[in-house]
């Protein structure tokens, strides 16, 4: 089975920053990659997919690359808005999503 | 607009029963396949079933497989979730999804999501 290890669980940063968060798949997933953000009492909201397409309406502040195994979602300017938790997902074979990076204010 | 609601969430005894469902509008339903995907307080996201878009095809998370059923009425736009044998590590707040499709092909990642539904299995 495909295992998703996402990196760092956590992060601090500041508004304005520049932060990247990393998914990692145990075996090549070609570029089936999906990145989510999801905020607390809020359902996940989808923002990339085919790792690095910016769902319609995402900030373009969001980017992601990566393919085969190594993945990263970058946020170029953080906004106060971008706190939240990230989650990685792999579509390649029955849906795994990554543990989670929980994004805080500095 | 997409819309989807859940309902039928509670809670329920260890070894019991609960059937969610998911009520969906804005879009043909019938032309998605659908997926539960559930959170336990304070942790990740995990899928826990998927069924195609006619409902011919069901797909389940090991963890739920044997115990959890699918299942869609295309006349009512809604989807389920029967759940029997619960145990407390199913407690959790369960989200139904849709599939996102692009302009060529449809994966299994979702584009909308419900509210979700809280399920607490305790006695």
């Known amino acids: 089975a495909i295992r998703m290890t996402q990196s760092p669980s956590s992060l601090s940063a500041s508004t304005g920053d520049r932060v990247t968060i990393t998914c990692r798949a145990s075996q090549g997933i070609s570029s089936y990659l999906a990145w989510y953000q999801q905020k607390p009492g809020k359902a996940p909201k989808l923002l990339i997919y085919a790792a690095s397409t910016l769902q319609s309406g995402v900030p373009s502040r969001f980017s992601g690359s990566g393919s085969g195994t190594d993945f990263t979602l970058t946020i170029s300017c953080l906004q106060s808005e971008d706190f939240a938790t990230y989650y990685c997902?792999?579509?390649?074979?029955?849906?795994?999503f990554g543990q989670g990076t929980k994004l805080e204010i500095k | 607009e997409v819309q989807l609601l859940e309902s039928g969430g509670g809670l329920v005894q260890p070894g019991g029963s609960l059937r969610l469902s998911c009520a969906a509008s804005?879009?043909?339903?019938?032309?998605?396949?659908m997926s539960w995907v559930r959170q336990a307080p304070g942790k990740g996201l995990e899928w826990v079933s998927a069924?195609?878009?006619?409902?011919?095809?069901?797909y389940y998370a090991d963890s739920v497989k044997g115990r959890f059923t699918i299942s869609r009425d295309n006349s009512k736009n809604t989807l389920y979730l029967q759940m029997n044998s619960l145990r407390a590590e199913d407690t959790a707040v369960y989200y139904c999804a849709k599939e996102f499709c692009s302009s060529t092909s449809c994966h299994t990642l979702y584009d909308y999501w419900g509210q979700g539904t809280l399920v607490t299995v305790s006695s």
């Open positions: 069924i195609s878009g006619s409902g011919g095809s069901t």
């Open positions: 997902q792999q579509y390649y074979s029955y849906p795994l």
């Open positions: 804005g879009f043909t339903f019938s032309s998605y396949a």
